[in-house]
Structures are given as structure tokens and as C-alpha cells.
């Protein structure tokens, strides 16, 4: 019985491995078919930071105040923006129903698939924020700190804002709707990585505000995988 | 007697039907002798004069938003866990109860901070949190609208409510961090005056006036979602006065 | 009476937070009131079918 339940396990902890595999390359190489639309979400993140300074002042000691915050709330809109692909299509096809219905533990899948999502929408937005960083005025230290803090909270953004994706597959009014649903869960991550920035200008330390971020990440890790396979089996019921 | 048999839409129509006026009578004589203490028994209080006399709204239904949430977060976690159609229908029944509070809660907190901090809004910790928990109950209530299926709402409805209970000590640790990070530029909320025993035996009363308006109108909304749902059912049929009980 | 109405010159936000709370209190037992209403009628109105449990 023991030796029976040790080879399950080892199987099981391989069929991870394969599956995590499997769904993120297959995402990568879809991703990279459409990539056009990558970068018009990409665009809407741009624009959107660049939108701020017209609407309010170009004065550079208020810029830098509000720079981490705008580069945030960008990244923010820019996740939303690009949640509602996550599950789509795989839904309309019927490919996520197979997906369920394969021997592959349904977490790890999702996994792969959220983890793929960040690799084309999350990481180019870590990659301009320096850019849009200066143009804010930012310098040096908390030029780094803000592109640190995105790099540890993006990843949370794409892991809590699945959850919002597989509940709203296939609902009345997806988008605005998916909003509603992941925006107040976001609070946090925006409050600690943009604080993180903030902090640094006020002359503090950083630490905290990323070590509460990747505490963050970290409990968005273990759950929501778990939260966002039964969301998905949810929608397919 | 079997504790299970009530988790049984049809054993526990008729137990809600006669449960609720108990509540419902209580809840308003509890509302009745709080009010009496509030506005004849309790005095004009030294430092905010006639104004606080909000309180004994403001704090009982800023209690009950967040503990109706939990008790929602309870019954979803039973219904994902069981899969009881029962536990999801009181989530459901709770979710507009829970919104109401929370907006008393904010108006109140509004009306109640311009006399008292000269502001009807500060970015204060515990407004922020309200205010998000509010936006979390309205999140519940457009899921549920907008699905069809009542068995997938409800379970999508429950899997949004433990993320979110999951979410709300984050969310105000987050709102409180924020706050103190920035207390210069706010108003400082934090110096509570000292409160006469008469002024909180008045808010417990009206405490539980809240709580038990909640149990009863929870109580009649989770009849009328049976009545939607198995509105086919053969046990329905036998429902002594359905049509005229209900007038 | 007066007196009591003008709460010591915060009427307006004593009297604002009652009465929107009695308003919405109101509205919320309505308006379960009519849901609770159409939901009997419509069950009441259904064909009664054995099997369904």
C-alpha cells in the first residue's frame, strides 16, 4: 500500500512538472502568434502614463511625487486589460474543457497558463517602467525601487486577476464586469508598491513595503492556482 | 432530531417563515428602547454636543457590514465544501443586507465626521476599508446577476466571497500602512473621545436591533429565493396559503 | 420641540443620517416585501410536477 501510494505521488509530482510545461510553452507560442496584440496592450500602458502630466501639471516635483503611483495604476488597468484573453478563447474552443478533462492535476495548468500571461504582458511592463520612470523625473533609487516593486506585484496582478478571469467566463458584460470583481482586490498590491517608491522618496526604507509584496506574491502563489482551477471547473460545469 | 434535515430547502421554509417575525418584533422594539436611550437618556456629550448622537447608527451597522460579510464567507465555504443548496441561498440572502449596512455606514460616517473632524471624507483607514468593502459587496451582487444559472452563481458567488474575505484584514492592514505613511496629510481620527456607559449601552442596543433586522430580512429573502428556485418543486404545492400567506 | 429638531444646531446631520437610513430601510423591506409577493405567485402559478424533488 505504501509503496503503491509513494509511486502515485512521484507520478503525480512528475504529471506537474509536464503539465506547468506543457501549458506554458503552448500559451508562449500563441502569445507570439498574436503578437500585434500584445503590443497594442502594451501601447495602453504607455499612453495611459503619458496621459497624467497633460492632465495635471508638467511641474517636475509633482511628478515625481505622483510618478510610482501613475506607473501603478497603468500597470493596473493594463492587467485588466489584458485578463478577459487569459481563458477566452481556450473556452470558446472547448480546448479548456479538454484541458479539465485530461489526467493533469487542473492547478498546475492554470498555472502555466497565468504564468505565461505574465511573461508577455507583465514583464514588458517591468521592462519600460524605467523609461516611463525618467520621463517622471524619478532618479536612481527609486527608479529602482518602483521597477522592483512591479517586477515582485505584476506577477500578483496576473495570479488574483485569473481568478476574476475564470469567473467570469462566458458571463454577461465579461470586461467591466471582471473590474468590478478584481479592482478592490488589488488595493493592496497598489498600496505596497507604490508606498514602496514613496517610501524611498521620504527618505525610509523600501524593505518592508516589498518584503509585505513578496509575502504577497507568496500567498497569491499557493491560492490561486488552487481558487482559479475550481473557478474554471465552475464555469465548465 | 436531526441537525442535517434543516439543511433541506423544503424542512427549512417553514422554520425561516416562523422564525422571522421573532426577529423581525425584536429588532424593532431593540430599535425603539435604543433610540429612547439615544436621544432621551443619553446626554449632550461635552466635546461634539448633540452631533455624536449618529453614533448609535453609525457604529452598529459599520459592525454589522463586516460581520455579514463573514457569516457570507461561513456559508460559502459550506456550500463549496458540501455543496448545500441551502448554505448558498442565506450567502445570497445576506449579500444586499451587507451592501445596506455598509452604505448606512459610510452616509452616516460622513455626516457624523463634518461637524465632528470639519470633513466629510478623510482618507482614513477604517472609511477606506468600508468604502472597499462596499465596492466587494456590489462585485457579489453583479456576479449573481450575472449568471444565469442559479447553481453556477452560486457557486462562483461563494468562491469571490472567500477570496474576498481572504482579502479584507489584507485589505485594511494595506489602507492602514497606507494611512500612517501619509498622516501628515490627513486629518488625525485617531483621538476617540471617552464615552458615558449610557452612550454604549445605547449602541449595544441598537447593535442588536441591527443584527437581529439582518437575521429577519435574511430570514424572508432566503423564502422568497426557495420560492424562486423550486418554485416546481411537488413540496411547494403543499405549502398551506402559498398565495395568501404571502399578501 | 424646536429644540429637539434643531440638535443644538446639527440638525441637519443627525436628522440627514436617520432619515436616509429609515429611507433605505424602508426601501429594502419594500421592495423584499414585492420579491417575496411575485415569488409566491409564480410558484403558486406553476404546474406542480411529482418527480422533481
Same mark, same amino acid.
Given at each position: 500500500?505504501?509503496?503503491?501510494?509513494?509511486?502515485?505521488?512521484?507520478?503525480?509530482?512528475?504529471?506537474?512538472?509536464?503539465?506547468?510545461?506543457?501549458?506554458?510553452?503552448?500559451?508562449?507560442?500563441?502569445?507570439?502568434?498574436?503578437?500585434?496584440?500584445?503590443?497594442?496592450?502594451?501601447?495602453?500602458?504607455?499612453?495611459?502614463?503619458?496621459?497624467?502630466?497633460?492632465?495635471?501639471?508638467?511641474?517636475?516635483?509633482?511628478?515625481?511625487?505622483?510618478?510610482?503611483?501613475?506607473?501603478?495604476?497603468?500597470?493596473?488597468?493594463?492587467?485588466?486589460?489584458?485578463?478577459?484573453?487569459?481563458?477566452?478563447?481556450?473556452?470558446?474552443?472547448?480546448?479548456?474543457?479538454?484541458?479539465?478533462?485530461?489526467?493533469?492535476?487542473?492547478?498546475?495548468?492554470?498555472?502555466?497558463?497565468?504564468?505565461?500571461?505574465?511573461?508577455?504582458?507583465?514583464?514588458?511592463?517591468?521592462?519600460?517602467?524605467?523609461?516611463?520612470?525618467?520621463?517622471?523625473?524619478?532618479?536612481?533609487?527609486?527608479?529602482?525601487?518602483?521597477?522592483?516593486?512591479?517586477?515582485?506585484?505584476?506577477?500578483?496582478l496576473s495570479l488574483l486577476g485569473a481568478i476574476g478571469a475564470a469567473l467570469t467566463l462566458g458571463v454577461r458584460g465579461g470586461g467591466s464586469l471582471l473590474a468590478l470583481l478584481i479592482?478592490?482586490?488589488?488595493?493592496?498590491?497598489?498600496?505596497?508598491?507604490?508606498?514602496?517608491?514613496?517610501?524611498?522618496?521620504?527618505?525610509?526604507?523600501?524593505?518592508?513595503?516589498?518584503?509585505?509584496?513578496?509575502?504577497?506574491?507568496?500567498?497569491?502563489?499557493?491560492?490561486?492556482?488552487?481558487?482559479?482551477?475550481?473557478?474554471?471547473?465552475?464555469?465548465?460545469? | 432530531?436531526?441537525?442535517?434535515?434543516?439543511?433541506?430547502?423544503?424542512?427549512?421554509?417553514?422554520?425561516?417563515? $416562523?422564525?422571522a417575525p421573532w426577529f423581525a418584533w425584536s429588532a424593532a422594539l431593540l430599535a425603539i428602547a435604543g433610540l429612547w436611550i439615544g436621544f432621551a437618556v443619553a446626554p449632550t456629550d461635552?466635546?461634539?454636543?448633540?452631533?455624536?448622537?449618529?453614533?448609535?447608527?453609525?457604529?452598529?451597522?459599520?459592525?454589522?457590514?463586516?460581520?455579514?460579510?463573514?457569516?457570507?464567507?461561513?456559508?460559502?465555504?459550506?456550500?463549496?465544501?458540501?455543496?448545500? =443548496?441551502?448554505?448558498?441561498?442565506?450567502?445570497?440572502?445576506?449579500?444586499?443586507?451587507?451592501?445596506?449596512?455598509?452604505?448606512?455606514?459610510? $452616509?452616516?460616517?460622513?455626516? $457624523?465626521? =463634518?461637524?465632528? $473632524?470639519?470633513?466629510?471624507?478623510?482618507?482614513?483607514?477604517?472609511?477606506?476599508?468600508?468604502?472597499?468593502?462596499?465596492?466587494?459587496?456590489?462585485?457579489?451582487?453583479?456576479?449573481?446577476?450575472?449568471?444565469?444559472?442559479? =447553481? =453556477?452563481?452560486?457557486?462562483?458567488?461563494?468562491?469571490?466571497?472567500?477570496?474576498?474575505?481572504?482579502?479584507?484584514?489584507?485589505?485594511?492592514?494595506?489602507?492602514?500602512?497606507?494611512?500612517?505613511?501619509?498622516?501628515?496629510?490627513?486629518?488625525?481620527?485617531?483621538?476617540?473621545?471617552?464615552?458615558?456607559?449610557?452612550?454604549?449601552?445605547?449602541?449595544?442596543?441598537?447593535?442588536?436591533?441591527?443584527?437581529?433586522?439582518?437575521?429577519?430580512?435574511?430570514?424572508?429573502?432566503?423564502?422568497?429565493?426557495?420560492?424562486?428556485?423550486?418554485?416546481?418543486?411537488?413540496?411547494?404545492?403543499?405549502?398551506?396559503?402559498?398565495?395568501?400567506?404571502?399578501? | 420641540?424646536?429644540?429637539?429638531?434643531?440638535?443644538?444646531?446639527?440638525?441637519?446631520?443627525?436628522?440627514?443620517?436617520?432619515?436616509?437610513?429609515?429611507?433605505?430601510?424602508?426601501?429594502?423591506?419594500?421592495?423584499?416585501?414585492?420579491?417575496?409577493?411575485?415569488?409566491?405567485?409564480?410558484?403558486?402559478?406553476?404546474?406542480?410536477?411529482?418527480?422533481?424533488?
Amino acid at each position: 500500500m505504501a509503496g503503491a501510494g509513494m509511486s502515485a505521488d512521484v507520478d503525480s509530482g512528475a504529471g506537474v512538472g509536464a503539465a506547468l510545461r506543457w501549458s506554458v510553452e503552448r500559451d508562449l507560442r500563441l502569445a507570439l502568434r498574436s503578437r500585434s496584440e500584445l503590443g497594442v496592450q502594451l501601447m495602453f500602458y504607455v499612453i495611459v502614463v503619458t496621459l497624467f502630466p497633460l492632465a495635471s501639471t508638467p511641474e517636475r516635483m509633482l511628478l515625481a511625487t505622483m510618478g510610482p503611483g501613475v506607473l501603478w495604476v497603468a500597470a493596473l488597468l493594463a492587467s485588466l486589460l489584458s485578463l478577459p484573453r487569459l481563458f477566452a478563447s481556450d473556452f470558446a474552443d472547448g480546448t479548456l474543457e479538454q484541458i479539465a478533462l485530461s489526467p493533469f492535476p487542473m492547478p498546475a495548468l492554470v498555472f502555466g497558463k497565468i504564468l505565461a500571461h505574465w511573461l508577455t504582458t507583465g514583464l514588458p511592463i517591468v521592462l519600460l517602467a524605467p523609461l516611463l520612470g525618467i520621463q517622471y523625473g524619478l532618479d536612481g533609487t527609486a527608479l529602482w525601487i518602483v521597477t522592483l516593486s512591479l517586477l515582485i506585484g505584476t506577477p500578483i496582478l496576473s495570479l488574483l486577476g485569473a481568478i476574476g478571469a475564470a469567473l467570469t467566463l462566458g458571463v454577461r458584460g465579461g470586461g467591466s464586469l471582471l473590474a468590478l470583481l478584481i479592482l478592490p482586490l488589488y488595493v493592496p498590491i497598489l498600496i505596497f508598491g507604490a508606498g514602496s517608491a514613496d517610501a524611498v522618496r521620504a527618505g525610509l526604507s523600501a524593505s518592508a513595503n516589498l518584503s509585505l509584496l513578496g509575502a504577497g506574491l507568496l500567498i497569491a502563489l499557493v491560492g490561486a492556482p488552487l481558487a482559479t482551477a475550481a473557478s474554471v471547473r465552475i464555469a465548465l460545469d | 432530531m436531526n441537525v442535517y434535515q434543516f439543511s433541506s430547502p423544503a424542512t427549512f421554509y417553514p422554520f425561516a417563515g $416562523w422564525l422571522a417575525p421573532w426577529f423581525a418584533w425584536s429588532a424593532a422594539l431593540l430599535a425603539i428602547a435604543g433610540l429612547w436611550i439615544g436621544f432621551a437618556v443619553a446626554p449632550t456629550d461635552f466635546q461634539q454636543g448633540e452631533a455624536y448622537r449618529i453614533i448609535f447608527i453609525h457604529v452598529p451597522t459599520a459592525w454589522m457590514s463586516m460581520f455579514i460579510y463573514l457569516v457570507m464567507g461561513f456559508w460559502s465555504v459550506l456550500a463549496l465544501a458540501f455543496n448545500t =443548496r441551502l448554505s448558498a441561498m442565506m450567502a445570497q440572502s445576506l449579500v444586499p443586507t451587507g451592501a445596506l449596512m455598509t452604505f448606512i455606514a459610510l $452616509w452616516t460616517g460622513a455626516l $457624523w465626521g =463634518r461637524p465632528t $473632524w470639519g470633513t466629510y471624507w478623510a482618507w482614513d483607514a477604517r472609511m477606506t476599508s468600508e468604502l472597499i468593502l462596499l465596492f466587494l459587496y456590489f462585485g457579489v451582487m453583479a456576479l449573481r446577476n450575472a449568471i444565469d444559472d442559479p =447553481r =453556477r452563481a452560486d457557486r462562483a458567488c461563494a468562491v469571490l466571497t472567500i477570496v474576498g474575505a481572504v482579502n479584507i484584514p489584507i485589505i485594511y492592514f494595506s489602507v492602514q500602512w497606507w494611512n500612517t505613511l501619509h498622516q501628515g496629510a490627513s486629518v488625525s481620527l485617531t483621538a476617540a473621545p471617552r464615552m458615558a456607559s449610557i452612550m454604549l449601552i445605547g449602541m449595544l442596543v441598537m447593535a442588536f436591533a441591527a443584527w437581529f433586522y439582518t437575521i429577519a430580512v435574511s430570514l424572508w429573502r432566503v423564502q422568497a429565493i426557495i420560492l424562486e428556485r423550486e418554485r416546481s418543486a411537488s413540496w411547494i404545492s403543499a405549502l398551506p396559503g402559498l398565495a395568501g400567506a404571502l399578501r | 420641540m424646536m429644540d429637539f429638531l434643531a440638535m443644538g444646531g446639527y440638525g441637519f446631520f443627525v436628522w440627514g443620517a436617520y432619515g436616509v437610513t429609515a429611507v433605505v430601510v424602508i426601501a429594502e423591506l419594500s421592495s423584499l416585501r414585492a420579491r417575496r409577493r411575485a415569488a409566491a405567485q409564480l410558484a403558486a402559478s406553476m404546474p406542480h410536477s411529482e418527480d422533481l424533488p
